[in-house]
């Protein structure tokens, strides 16, 4: 960080006095005087160009951090707020911006007095240890309709009152002042909880002890008093969650042993086997009226029972069972932990405690009967409980809201149990939640799965973490460690579904992510930037092909991430494929590598930087002839033999880039943008990132289709004279074709309220499309069904109308009755084929089972390309045959492709 104390100031002066904001649409704007007019232009203006989001999370342990405010600005000094939100739920936030370059302030308002004064917290995204000089705040860049998720803002400072000056300190630093000292116990002293006690048998000589615990193992006790005489009591306690115990100490030994009664707030009969209930306290408030009843009896062994119920003999001659146990709590010690049975669920005193070994396993010998089970770590090893402790039950993966289960045990088995760690202890003895991933631990049980590649460059490991997600910010993951293979394959069980997968690689083999631990998304190659795909996975399938390229990595302990840079050496793998010869070697200290491509005349050189690589020189010469054939897309069959595709041109568009393959083995990118289609004469038509329709005439570029003409699922005709697509209108969407050279346009008549995914056939004479609803029956359902419009003829045909979902229809190349299509199946797309028969109909068929959307025919009408989990596979019409594809020995990820015959010929001579 530059110049900190500077820095600092102007953090002070640009929040002191301007922390009060006003809100528009949700997000925030400085402070200043505005016509209803002006406001009412900002408001639109921003809705019109915030297409951009930035998600994350805010962080700061044992804080309440519901009135929390994240400030976006645009300029390096912070002193102009551009946009924000308020209200974060659980610390997380999902800000609107404009494209463009920004920096995050996090401001935690304790004291909810809408301004940022003493005491309140601050973290920059970037800065993880406000007292490093050398951390820098970073910026954020975004593209139109780009979504960054994964911003973690921990709060590394606090503003503190210093000599009668107001300064910015770093957490650990921070000191309460007088004046917060006094209001936290002002703070607690009108805040608490009153009662009496429920005893008939009460004496006056008798001394009864109410304490307040934050957890059901009554080990964390933050407050005690004394019953008084009408059996009234009171305790002063903070806003937080309380189990109350009233212990009459009968031999006065100031311990809760043999012979003393005992109460818990929610238990009215002890030999009843439930939890006691726990008491809520609010803020500036005093919760009344809370009875306990004096229940129940402390025996000699440690349990309680009823006060009148007389003293059974324990038997001992029940078979003994032996538990085995295991401990989870990932990326943490459990060195210090000490487990804890007990045979009630009161759990005031456990029958045995022991403490783990190195591995968190135990194993104890119990009478065959029932037991819960707790865990608690004295993570400091201070040997009393304090703040970063923690605690887990058997059976409870969220120990503060749901008690532990009982573990039964069966007579002549050993039982084996695992207790997973769920709460640590804040600085204020409340238990929060472990912020953590959920492991599982993979079993031969489940016959589903994914399997795949790891891919990290000059890198060497051998175990991490895949972990699965049902949305694209992992904020909730299920991690299965992994052991890979020295090629980097790996494959693991998991259950039905779709997720999106993230892989971390564990470079120390700790099981938690460290510092240059490394992170690669499915799906993208800018897991902090990108947009991941979402991957299915079938009932008694495995997936293939998850292949993953580690581009991060790990940069603090909160989980922020920084994307490698590689020097462009994926794009150019993409491109030219593996080298044909690769040289490392040492240069003033600096690491170089080399890559050599000599049939295809191009060599790159790298220099290691502390952030990846750099492209440091490009060099071209005459190629050498080669008569292999590596560089070619390809697909492998069961058995492993290699098959090429030749003589095809193919455009698809992969993290916002529109790429085209040639069969000379080229495979470059040709603009920004999505959803590319191509006429026989080699003009690209796409949509770029502001939604403009291009057209690229061999490197040319035009604007086709402004934004504001509100296009859509443009497609241009095999000749190159037309585009249909579709637009939006005030009440419906609209089928249009538009002539290229004289820009006249057409409406295609339908009624439909929806209209999506036109396709010509190779004539350019038909255009199917997909449409769902109409005028007369406006309720929009989930099924659309196929037309055709016959452009010489000016007439519509049905061609699959159904309660299905059916869409992105394309010709056969060689047989105009026949179209493939994707029809929805439950959750997932698959691809089927339509045959039109003016005598028998329409014959439908399906020939992809585990999803499929998008086709596209290859010119021979025996294969079709389509997209599946973001990659580009190829299957034979009959469905016998069915592959991932590759590009130069990589995995062709990808979607929305389309196809062309290629009227150049393949050096390479492959064939099928």
């Not at 006060?307 to 990932?330: C, F, H």
């Amino acid at each position: 960080m530059n110049n900190l104390e500077n820095y600092q100031s102007v953090i002070v002066k640009g929040f002191i006095y301007a922390f009060l904001v006003i809100t528009v649409s949700g997000h925030l704007i400085s402070q200043q005087k505005l016509t209803t007019d002006e406001l009412s232009r900002i408001e639109e203006d921003f809705a019109k160009n915030a297409t951009a989001r930035i998600k994350g999370k805010v962080f700061w342990s044992g804080k309440d951090i519901s009135n929390t405010t994240v400030q976006v600005y645009k300029d390096k000094s912070l002193k102009e707020p551009y946009t924000g939100v308020t209200q974060l739920i659980n610390g997380k936030f999902d800000i609107r911006v404009e494209p463009g370059d920004y920096y995050l302030v996090a401001f935690v308002d304790l004291d909810r007095s809408g301004k940022f004064d003493l005491g309140d917290g601050m973290g920059v995204f970037g800065v993880t240890n406000w007292n490093n000089p050398t951390q820098e705040k970073r910026l954020i860049s975004i593209d139109s309709y780009q979504s960054i998720n994964g911003i973690n803002v921990p709060i590394v400072a606090r503003l503190q009152d210093v000599k009668g000056f107001n300064k910015i300190v770093s957490t650990a630093e921070y000191k309460e002042s007088a004046l917060t000292k006094f209001r936290d116990k002002l703070e607690e002293i009108t805040s608490g909880i009153q009662g009496h006690i429920i005893w008939e048998d009460f004496q006056s000589h008798e001394k009864v002890s109410i304490s307040a615990y934050t957890d059901l193992s009554w080990k964390y006790r933050v407050a005690v008093c004394q019953m008084e005489e009408d059996q009234t009591f009171a305790l002063n306690l903070k806003p937080g969650k309380y189990y109350l115990l009233a212990v009459v100490d009968r031999n006065e030994s100031n311990n809760f042993d043999s012979g003393d009664l005992v109460g818990m707030y929610g238990l009215e009969d002890v030999s009843v086997d439930s939890y006691p209930r726990p008491v809520l306290v609010s803020k500036a408030n005093v919760t009344k009226g809370v009875g306990i009843a004096i229940t129940g009896r402390q025996l000699a062994n440690g349990k309680t029972i009823p006060m009148n119920q007389l003293v059974k003999p324990v038997s001992n001659d029940g078979e003994v069972v032996v538990v085995k146990g295991k401990v989870i709590w990932p990326g943490h010690s459990l060195e210090n932990s000490i487990v804890q049975i007990y045979e009630e669920a009161t759990m005031i005193n456990p029958i045995k405690q022991f403490g783990l070994d190195l591995n968190g396993e135990f194993e104890v010998p119990l009478p065959s009967q029932s037991y819960y089970f707790l865990v608690n770590v004295d993570s400091d090893g201070d040997g009393k409980y304090s703040v970063g402790d923690a605690i887990g039950g058997f059976g409870t993966d969220d120990i503060i809201n749901i008690p532990p289960s009982l573990v039964k045990l069966g007579e002549g088995h050993s039982t084996l149990i695992e207790i997973t760690i769920s709460a640590t202890y804040s600085d204020d003895g409340q238990l929060e939640p472990v912020h953590r991933l959920e492991w599982v631990t993979p079993t031969s049980e489940v016959r589903s799965g994914i399997e795949g590649r790891i891919l990290w460059s000059s890198q060497e490991f051998k175990v991490g973490v895949i972990s699965l997600s049902q949305d694209d910010d992992f904020n909730q993951p299920v991690a299965y460690p992994v052991s890979f293979r020295e090629d980097g394959k790996y494959r693991i069980n998991v259950p039905p579904g779709d997720y999106y997968v993230m892989a971390v690689v564990d470079l120390n083999g700790n099981q938690h992510a460290d510092l240059r631990d490394g992170v690669g998304v499915y799906g993208t190659q800018r897991p902090v930037q990108g947009n991941p795909h979402m991957i299915s996975v079938f009932s008694d399938y495995i997936t293939p092909s998850i292949d993953i390229t580690i581009s991060a990595i790990y940069i603090d302990q909160f989980g922020n991430i920084a994307e490698i840079d590689d020097g462009h050496r994926h794009t150019i793998q993409m491109q030219y494929g593996k080298p044909d010869d690769t040289f490392q070697f040492t240069r003033s200290g600096i690491q170089v590598e080399e890559w050599w491509y000599w049939g295809q005349g191009v060599g790159f050189v790298f220099e290691a930087t502390d952030k990846g690589w750099r492209l440091q020189d490009q060099q071209e010469f005459d190629p050498a002839l080669q008569d292999k054939a590596g560089d070619a897309i390809v697909f492998d069959d069961p058995q492993g033999v290699a098959h090429y595709i030749s003589n095809v041109l193919i455009f698809y568009d992969y993290d916002n880039l529109v790429w085209g393959y040639a069969p000379d083995g080229t495979n470059e990118p040709l603009g920004v943008g999505k959803k590319p289609t191509v006429s026989m004469d080699g003009r690209i038509l796409y949509t770029d990132s502001d939604n403009n329709v291009i057209v690229n005439d061999q490197g040319e570029i035009d604007i086709f289709l402004d934004r504001r003409e509100l296009a859509k699922d443009p497609a241009m005709s095999p000749d190159g004279n037309y585009v249909a697509f579709v637009r939006r209108g005030p009440d419906r969407q609209r089928l249009y074709v538009k002539h290229i050279s004289t820009g006249s346009e057409f409406v295609i008549p339908s009624t439909a309220i929806e209209v999506s995914t036109p396709s010509w056939n190779t004539a350019g004479e038909i255009l199917a499309y997909s449409a769902r609803g109409t005028i007369e029956n406006p309720q929009v359902r989930d099924d659309r069904n196929i037309y055709a419009y016959d452009r010489v003829r000016n007439r519509i045909d049905p061609i699959c109308v159904s309660l299905n979902d059916d869409a992105e229809p394309r010709w056969s190349p060689i047989n105009h009755n026949v179209m493939a299509f994707s029809r929805k199946e439950g959750r997932h797309r698959q691809i089927w084929l339509a045959e039109l028969n003016p005598e028998n109909g329409i014959r439908e068929t399906q020939i992809t089972n585990y999803g499929g959307e998008k086709p596209a025919w290859l010119p021979n009408g025996e294969q079709i390309l389509y997209e599946n989990n973001g990659q580009l596979w190829l299957i034979s019409i009959n469905g016998t045959e069915n592959h991932p594809v590759k590009v130069n020995e990589q995995m062709m990820f990808g979607g929305n492709p389309y196809v062309v015959p290629s009227l150049v010929s393949d050096r390479r001579n492959m064939s099928n």
